[in-house]
């Protein structure tokens, strides 16, 4: 069965500090998402990491990829309020594209 | 402009009854999906069409049913056979470029059953 865990599943932080978002998955896949959720609202796509050693940076969040260790991390540096959020991070099948498999995601809280 | 919409955003309906939640796109894409999501939860897979009038069973299809009569609609019935069909359901489609599928996820319908 094809697992996707990521963690911390809740992520309380102060303003200004770095923290790094883990997703560990089983799967050979070698095609990884990493979405924004905010409440009541649709997916935002906000990476997508297709190879081994894969790193993608956006404003405050870079994103990584380690397809021998299965691993990929979204790193937040220097958090403001409106990283608040909740973070996916979501893999491809592999046989048929597109068939996304999700992790439970990060509840992430910013304050003051 | 080019997207994918989901009608209605609310939904409420009585137990025992079938409901089909919409769910268009303007993007000429061949691929449709519908995910359930739960409080707390990731995305589920229900059901997927890679073209017309084939479609597939995701992870947890029991209780849906589809259709993929047209390219532009993907239409999900959520039946009285569902046992917790209270969740927020998102459709998406999407279309492979350069070894990956771009996705673009619809709004959203929240379905409440009572």
């Known amino acids: 069965e094809l697992k996707v865990e990521q963690n911390p599943l809740f992520l309380s932080m102060q303003e200004g500090k770095n923290y790094t978002i883990y997703c560990n998955y089983s799967?050979?896949?070698?095609?990884l998402y990493w979405y924004r959720q905010d409440p009541g609202k649709s997916l935002e796509s906000l990476f997508v990491?297709?190879?081994?050693?894969a790193v993608k940076q956006e404003g405050r969040l870079m994103a990584s990829l380690d397809t021998k260790a299965r691993l990929s991390t979204l790193h937040i540096t220097a958090a403001v309020h409106d990283l608040s959020a909740t973070y996916f991070c979501a893999v491809d099948r592999g046989s048929t594209l597109g068939r996304l498999y999700f992790g439970r995601g990060t509840q992430l809280t910013v304050w003051p | 402009d080019g997207g994918i919409t989901q009608s209605p955003k609310y939904l409420f309906r009585k137990e025992g009854q079938n409901v089909t939640l919409s769910c268009e796109q303007n993007l000429n894409h061949d691929a449709m999906y519908w995910y359930r999501q739960d409080p707390g939860q990731g995305l589920r897979l229900i059901y997927y069409s890679q073209i017309v009038n084939d479609f597939q069973k995701g992870d947890i299809a029991e209780g849906y049913s589809v259709s993929r009569e047209k390219k532009e609609s993907f239409p999900l019935t959520v039946t009285s056979a569902q046992k917790n069909p209270t969740a927020f359901y998102l459709c998406d489609s999407s279309i492979p470029i350069r070894g990956l599928c771009e996705q673009y996820f619809g709004p959203g319908t929240r379905l409440t059953v009572t």
């Open positions: 799967t050979t896949s070698d095609r």
């Open positions: 990491l297709l190879s081994n050693g």
